[in-house]
């Protein structure tokens, strides 16, 4: 039995020459996936642990959907059994798990996307279970980008990604998939354009994530809008969390400009929140709410975020460096309730810097006794604070001796950009600039994608049918007007249309 | 005597509250001046300099009392000997005259109902020349006792019994007049911009014209509108000078002198304009120049600008600081002028260098109190971005940056393609939402209920992962 099951599971070789056009290898790929899940469960386990056991024979590369097939079965019974030790990380299950997730067949698992999903549960149960959550960060990580390398549809897994994350602090781990942006959200794609066309199924070399992973496709549990929300707070946080405040303020936007019928929620409301105190370490001021927001729904949050809007307001009051400081006082409660002491206190560190920084817009050298009397700290102090700044690239200057012992040591400032430690050669500015061009044609083809998949939502189809009815009907008419074959009933949809 | 004014309770209160106190004597002398005007701008001024000036203080107040005295305007009669009271109390134009206020009083009730009386009859008969009529001498009446709302209000109800052009004009005319007393200058903008529709051409136009573009200017600086207050000024007509009286106002007495006109413009000018602009619409304006003579100061002061002697020319205009505090309608602006002079004056000082001392500014540029020091004054001007400029404190020297437009042209490249890319991918992002058919609506659970579902789902995928595992 067990080398029929063999044979059974053997039976795809993703490589057979007969496989090598793209429509066969669809057809195929969802036959055997078909197949092998009508197989009942007890043979998957039958033979496991002896040495022709089906897990050493199969090559998770290679023959990835069976393997997930059988791996997946054999963890559920594990569970079920209560037979932990083979789970427990470096035991022969979560090895094995743990390879196949960094080598599995990123083509294959287009088709098995509920196994892949399932097995990225399972290890996240498992190292949930034994207490050690972090080991299951890297896998999953690889898993995601080995299946997608731009991560860019989101999925239920994006969700459980960043929450692990979240929960174990470990933010770098999580920035290689947050850099990537969410280009696509699973669609519900009609199977008339999904099956049996040439160019766009699943495994096509051109096909783009957001094409093979789908409503239908089992990648994803059900998304709904709390979810990817959820995903871009959580994200902006482990962004602050590694200090890439600019990184966070665009993730943080992308929550305020969520459609929305005139009210806001209270993850908009945690996210603008959050948005005031950045936009002030980034642009040191926040008015430019993005401007495809909900109006009505900003109003609301901002009515509900006060406070925060006083503190920024403070903060940019360069001159006034106490009302900062006794604003942050007042609202220590609401600060640390709302989880954002820490923010409020970089926000205060910031606000020192700004000052300084503001000065080389007015100054080209300034004693440092002189900022240390406006400041009011003392001179050696401020120095080390100065020498830090220049050292961590905030100021475009240097701190010098002068000769002249009454005034000490003196900031100068450096009046041309392309001189001082924070200068960029041309070439450096090019480079950035051509990296910017690689970018934009990226996201210019993610925009003609989402194009694509709206042109063949059933709502778009519809629309253009309607459309087109609407058109040859005014042509009709004016060329003949008792030759118009509709009646009533479709008169009625042309003026729905007319709504849209 | 001064001293006496300096320090009587009146001007004491007067600094508590913030206004503008000249302890010292202005350039002009008070009979010359006031006698150019007449009207109720006499009485006005005449209150502005006593409550402004210690050392006019009490010529100005008496003066005043004298003239208030002849007049229907009882309550400014108190209001003046009140506040010379607290000046010189021994002064005996400065007794309250109860008796004769009384007196004053009921003779005034008396005209009034008269004239309320005479208007109802006129109503009754249904003449609409009568009606205007009658409404017009109520105007005036209401002006002479200074109740300048009701005597707008009077005016207002001549227009629908207004029956020729003229009458017209001349009923906004008397508006623009009243709300010139009242300082509500918008309402004085748009009353001339009625004079401004309704004028015909020909001979009423070029009379017209004249007290038009005066009240225009004033208005404009009334509102602090410096650059269109010296457009109107200096385009005014000198026909001004000797035009007659329109809706029975002389205009040049009784509002405005062309002295005025010359100040007013000139200053609004040197405070709006940059040299080429002074120099052909100003110093070359034909029609200006009949006004700047009356006033050659001012001239000198717009050519030094113009041939960059900045600090001369802020010398001229600081001599006579004094005297346009104590104008009533300058007085509120003078220090916003003088300012925008002297700070265009730096920088067009600091345009040909590339480095200069602080000291040499500081020599050039004498300060003003404003500020303590010179540095004080470039920094502020620096940070609000007049001057394009940096100050080296160790050597003590104001450097004009260098530019590097090439680098400049390439960073702003870059900024801006971000922020594009930025801003489409939110819109993507919306899109991708709105496709997916997400929004955030209504009914689905208030904020209490959404904002805690975040910990809460966290916590139920703690709680629900031991159970599922079997492991409790």
């Known amino acids: 039995m067990a080398a029929e099951l063999l044979t059974i599971l053997l039976g795809f070789q993703p490589d057979a020459p007969e496989l090598q056009q793209r429509r066969e290898y669809d057809k195929a790929a969802r036959e055997f996936v078909l197949h092998i899940s009508n197989i009942s469960n007890n043979h998957y386990l039958k033979g496991a642990g002896a040495a022709e056991d089906v897990l050493n024979v199969l090559d998770p590369t290679a023959n990835s959907i069976a393997y997930a097939v059988t791996l997946r079965v054999r963890i559920a019974s594990a569970i079920d059994r209560k037979n932990h030790e083979q789970l427990r990380p470096g035991n022969s299950l979560w090895n094995k798990l743990v390879l196949f997730l960094e080598s599995f067949d990123p083509v294959q698992m287009r088709y098995a996307g509920s196994e892949w999903r399932k097995l990225i549960e399972y290890i996240e149960q498992i190292a949930r279970a034994m207490g050690t959550p972090a080991l299951a960060i890297a896998p999953i990580r690889s898993a995601m980008i080995r299946l997608d390398p731009t991560t860019g549809t989101f999925t239920s897994v994006h969700l459980r990604f960043i929450q692990l994350c979240m929960e174990t602090r470990s933010y770098a781990a999580a920035v290689p998939i947050l850099d990537d942006y969410i280009h696509s959200l699973p669609s519900a794609i009609p199977p008339a354009a999904r099956d049996n066309l040439e160019y766009s199924v699943a495994c096509a070399d051109t096909a783009t994530s957001g094409e093979f992973i789908h409503t239908k496709s089992g990648h994803s549990e059900k998304v709904a809008l709390v979810d990817v929300i959820e995903y871009y707070v959580l994200g902006a946080m482990a962004y602050l969390g590694v200090r890439q405040f600019k990184h966070a303020h665009e993730l943080l936007e992308h929550v305020l400009i969520i459609p929305a019928a005139g009210v806001a929620n209270g993850l908009m409301l945690e996210a603008y929140k959050k948005w005031v105190l950045v936009s002030c370490l980034v642009n040191k001021s926040y008015n430019s709410i993005p401007r495809t927001a909900n109006g009505q729904a900003v109003k609301q949050i901002r009515a509900a975020a006060k406070a925060y809007e006083a503190l920024a307001d403070a903060f940019s009051q360069l001159n006034n460096l106490p009302k900062l400081r006794a604003q942050v006082a007042a609202g220590t409660d609401i600060w640390i309730e709302d989880g954002n002491a820490g923010l409020v206190d970089e926000l205060v560190e910031h606000q020192h810097r700004s000052y300084v920084s503001r000065l080389s817009r007015t100054f080209s050298a300034i004693p440092v006794s002189n900022i240390a009397s406006n400041v009011g700290s003392s001179v050696d102090e401020l120095t080390t604070f100065l020498e830090a700044l220049i050292r961590d690239g905030f100021l475009n200057a240097r701190l010098e001796r002068n000769d002249k012992p009454e005034v000490g040591a003196v900031l100068r400032f450096y009046l041309d950009p392309t001189q001082g430690p924070l200068a960029k050669t041309e070439k450096q500015q090019q480079q950035a600039l051509f990296e910017q061009t690689e970018r934009t044609n990226t996201l210019a083809g993610q925009v003609k994608d989402a194009d694509y998949r709206l042109s063949i939502s059933k709502e778009y189809v519809e629309y253009v049918k309607r459309q087109a009815k609407k058109a040859s009907g005014q042509g009709g008419n004016a060329a003949d007007p008792m030759d118009a074959p509709w009646d009533d009933a479709e008169i009625e949809e042309d003026i729905m249309g007319d709504l849209r | ?472």
């Open chain 2, 1 to 472: 005597m001064a001293s006496d004014a300096a320090d009587s309770p009146f001007f004491q209160k007067q600094r508590q509250e913030d206004a503008i106190v000249v302890t010292d004597p202005p350039k002009f002398d008070l009979e010359p001046y006031i006698s150019n005007y007449e009207g109720y701008t006499r009485l006005d001024r005449l209150h502005h300099i006593g409550s402004h000036s210690t050392y006019l203080a009490a010529d100005a107040y008496r003066a005043a009392i004298a003239e208030a005295r002849q007049g229907q305007n009882v309550q400014l009669l108190l209001t003046l000997q009140e506040e010379f009271a607290q000046i010189a109390p021994g002064d005996p134009a400065a007794n309250i005259d109860t008796a004769w206020a009384e007196e004053k009083t009921r003779k005034v009730r008396a005209e009034l109902d008269k004239l309320e009386h005479e208007l109802k009859s006129y109503k009754n008969n249904l003449i609409k020349e009568s009606i205007r009529m009658g409404n017009e001498d109520l105007g005036h009446f209401f002006c002479a006792c200074g109740d300048w709302s009701a005597a707008h209000k009077a005016y207002m109800r001549m227009r629908e019994h207004c029956t020729s052009n003229k009458h017209l004009a001349d009923m906004t005319l008397r508006l623009v007049y009243t709300t010139i007393a009242q300082k509500m200058w918008l309402g004085v903008q748009s009353h001339l911009a009625k004079v401004d529709g309704a004028q015909r051409k020909g001979d009423e136009k070029t009379k017209r014209e004249p007290i038009v573009s005066a009240c225009t200017g004033l208005a404009h600086l009334g509102n602090g509108d410096f650059r269109d207050a010296a457009m109107a000024f200096i385009y005014t007509s000198p026909a001004f000078l000797t035009v007659e009286p329109a809706a029975g106002i002389t205009w040049q007495k009784e509002v405005l002198t062309g002295n005025d006109i010359a100040v007013y413009g000139g200053l609004c000018a040197l405070a709006s304009m940059d040299r080429t602009e002074l120099q052909v619409q100003v110093l070359g304006n034909n029609d200006f120049r009949n006004f700047l003579e009356l006033e050659p100061h001012i001239r000198r002061a717009i050519n030094l600008f113009c041939n960059s002697k900045y600090s001369a020319c802020l010398e001229v205009l600081e001599g006579y600081r004094n005297d346009y505090l104590l104008d009533v309608y300058l007085s509120n602006h003078v220090a916003s002028i003088y300012g925008r002079i002297r700070t265009k004056s730096i920088v067009q000082y600091f345009i040909p260098f590339s480095c200069v001392t602080l000291d040499e500014m500081a020599t050039k540029f004498q300060l003003t109190g404003e500020f303590a020091t010179i540095e004080d004054e470039l920094e502020t001007m620096i940070n609000n971005g007049t001057l394009d400029a940096r100050i080296d404190l160790v050597d003590r020297l104001l450097i004009s940056p260098p530019t590097n437009p090439r680098y400049t042209v390439h960073a702003d490249a870059l900024s801006m393609a971000e922020r594009y890319d930025h801003t489409l991918r939110l819109r993507l992002t919306r899109l991708n939402m709105l496709a997916a058919g997400f929004e955030i609506k209504q009914d689905k659970g208030g904020f209490r209920e959404s904002t805690s579902s975040l910990s809460e789902s966290i916590g139920a995928s703690f709680r629900g992962m031991g159970q599922r595992m079997g492991f409790n």
